[in-house]
């Protein structure tokens, strides 16, 4: 596939197949319902701890989709990378409550992912869910044919070959919001891809065309996870060059908001929910006034002034915020990879010397000592 515009790099082809992906991953997990529905039964009717994690991009998958899981089930989810499950298991095993643990991985060999389940699984009766990209990953095989355990392996298109992940991170978000049953219209949600998509090129060009130094992203409740995705972003395919910081609508005016100057662009995506949207247009208004309106992109559905004439990204609305936010992530990915290839780079390969890695490197995994309460 070749993207008009953005090359055709793995990473442009796995941002462009979205769309295309979100149908085959909601064939897959129809196909393992039966064995999640078996496993979340037996797991709900424990009174569980829910935990959503991941490390990185897969980490924020947890915080998209965490506040959409906990309506639909009525119950507290949180998002715990597995970074800090490793770190200090015992804040997440804090009472006699056993743990459905929802693990996200685009390899599953991160050493921190095999480590956060091994922890929890030692310190818990634990059931575990695995959502991965990679059914030949360690942590797949891992907890394959464990009884307490499904692993649900999505498709391998969805398997990002690109150094940044990209369809791999709306693939799980999509596969996660399934699992659990919540009626998201993925037919409906791939026609809104598509029609973003078939402008992303231009709109991201035109902004990676200002050569911001910095992109500050904005949302509320699930919309700061994809702000910190977006972020991410940034900072991976442009080797750190363009720096992404990521906030809530309403936490970047206490203390963040300083890093505004005349070389940053922002982003506010507009939640689709009416009562945080009212926020999120406040800072896009307050946003137009500190940088001018040219440096002030508004993503989502919104007219030419309601947002004091910031720019606007138009994405249908429709859906949880959680779901939104799998078509509105599109924009950032496609601006991270149009500010890449602005500064002749490589998107599929950023790092040429290795200082960053697809998979992470250097990780030492300690012993965690016996009888540590």
């Known amino acids: 596939m070749t993207v008009t515009g953005l090359g055709d790099s793995w990473t442009a082809r796995e941002i462009w197949q979205q769309p295309t992906t979100w149908r085959a991953v909601e064939d897959v997990v129809g196909h393992a319902r039966p064995r999640i529905e078996e496993l979340l039964g037996a797991a709900l009717a424990a009174n569980p701890r829910i935990v959503l994690t991941?490390?990185?991009?897969?980490?924020?998958?947890?915080?998209?989709v965490a506040p959409a899981l906990a309506r639909h089930l009525g119950r507290q989810v949180d998002a715990v990378a597995t970074t800090e499950i490793v770190a200090d298991p015992?804040?997440?095993?804090?009472?006699?409550?056993?743990?459905?643990?929802?693990?996200?991985?685009?390899?599953?060999?991160?050493?921190e992912s095999l480590a956060a389940a091994e922890l929890l699984h030692r310190l818990t009766p634990t059931r575990h869910l695995v959502i991965t990209c990679d059914p030949r990953g360690r942590l797949a095989q891992r907890w394959s044919g464990d009884g307490n355990a499904v692993v649900v392996a999505l498709p391998d298109e969805v398997n990002d070959r690109g150094f940044a992940m990209t369809s791999s991170f709306t693939g799980m978000a999509l596969a996660a919001l399934l699992a659990f049953g919540l009626d998201v219209d993925v037919e409906a949600l791939a026609q809104a891809g598509t029609a973003v998509l078939g402008e992303a090129a231009e709109r991201a060009s035109a902004i990676a065309g200002a050569k911001p130094d910095r992109l500050v992203y904005l949302g509320s409740g699930p919309l700061r996870g994809l702000a910190r995705e977006a972020a991410l972003k940034s900072l991976e395919l442009t080797r750190g060059q363009v720096v992404g910081?990521?906030?809530?609508?309403?936490?970047?005016?206490?203390?963040?908001?300083?890093?505004?100057?005349?070389?940053?662009?922002?982003?506010?995506?507009?939640?689709?929910?009416?009562?945080?949207?009212?926020?999120?247009?406040?800072?896009?208004?307050?946003?137009?006034?500190?940088?001018?309106?040219?440096?002030?992109?508004v993503v989502g559905a919104a007219g030419p002034d309601e947002c004091g004439g910031a720019q606007v990204w138009p994405v249908p609305a429709g859906g949880s915020p959680s779901a939104w936010a799998l078509v509105a992530v599109i924009a950032a990915q496609a601006t991270a990879l149009a500010c890449s290839l602005a500064l002749d780079l490589t998107p599929d390969n950023p790092f040429p010397g290795g200082e960053v890695n697809r998979v992470v490197q250097g990780v030492v995994i300690h012993e965690f000592p016996e009888g540590v309460g």
């Open 54 to 64: 991941g490390a990185g991009t897969s980490a924020f998958i947890g915080e998209v």
């Open 90 to 111: 015992r804040s997440v095993v804090v009472d006699e409550r056993p743990v459905l643990l929802v693990s996200f991985a685009r390899s599953g060999n991160s050493p």
């Open 245 to 297: 910081i990521a906030e809530s609508s309403l936490g970047f005016r206490h203390g963040p908001k300083s890093v505004l100057d005349d070389r940053t662009i922002a982003v506010v995506f507009l939640s689709p929910e009416p009562y945080a949207r009212s926020y999120d247009v406040d800072i896009a208004r307050e946003l137009v006034v500190a940088l001018e309106p040219e440096r002030v992109v």
